[in-house]
């Protein structure tokens, strides 16, 4: 069975630019969750999806945004990009919303690199 | 303060040894625990998965929750070179749906 699979792999941007990451979840779940892993500040949630509708929020600006789409995979867009949102953007699926003991599976990751 | 607090290390121990990882956190809403293991240039993985108070064990893994205390661990017995990663806390409430992760401990097991 094939993981939750994310692209690119690598992405550099200048300040100011957008981003877009996307994310493949594992096949059959319908929810799709996206963390930012910042260079000593561990993993910190950005947002939720499930069958196509945010259902949480981080404490992030509202320049990340994303959605899923209807085959569950979804996309995440950093706009007017600054120096610190340099980190390793994490992708996570899981079966349900319903039930908050279901497992997140996370993909590899996509290093994203502002100059 | 952090919800979630975990040493970040770095832990260096020989081979064998017995490792204990700890987090404490501070919201008393916490329900569910679990411990990812990440090597490096990967995505975190689950090692395990605790609802509430209690002890879990999974071949030379064990993880305890507290919740009186606001305090979990993970111990690995007779540690391998290939348990070398950063290991991360992390809990949820009921119905939250997103994880709070604690920093992570790096973790390196000297053959």
């Given at each position: ?12 941007k ?5 981003a ?16 930012q892993?910042a ?25 990340f ?13 950093v706009?007017?990009l600054e120096l610190e949102d340099s980190a ?24 994203l690199?502002v100059? | ?111």
């Amino acid at each position: 069975e094939a993981g939750v699979t994310q692209s690119p792999t690598h992405l550099i941007k200048t300040r100011g630019q957008q981003a877009t990451l996307r994310c493949s979840p594992i096949s059959g779940h319908t929810s799709v969750y996206w963390y930012q892993q910042a260079l000593g500040l561990g993993l910190q949630f950005l947002l939720w999806y499930d069958e196509g509708e945010e259902r949480n929020r981080g404490n992030f600006p509202p320049r990340f945004s994303g959605r899923q789409f209807p085959n569950y995979s979804s996309e995440l867009n950093v706009n007017a990009l600054e120096l610190e949102d340099s980190a390793l953007y994490l992708c996570a699926s899981s079966l349900a919303r319903d039930s908050a003991t279901d497992t997140q599976y996370f993909g590899p990751g996509t290093r994203l690199t502002v100059l | 303060q952090k919800e979630v607090e975990q040493d970040p290390g770095p832990l260096s121990v020989p081979e064998g040894a017995i490792v204990s990882l700890n987090c404490t956190y501070s919201n008393s809403a916490f329900q569910y625990f679990m411990w990812y293991r990440q090597y490096s240039r990967k995505g975190p993985e689950l090692l395990m998965y605790t609802y509430s108070s209690g002890n879990k064990e999974d071949g030379r893994f064990t993880a305890q929750v507290d919740k009186s205390s606001k305090y979990i661990s993970l111990f690995i017995r007779d540690s391998q070179p290939s348990d070398s990663a950063t290991y991360l806390c992390a809990m949820s409430g009921m119905g939250a749906q997103k994880l709070v992760f604690g920093q992570g401990t790096r973790l390196t097991i000297n053959p």
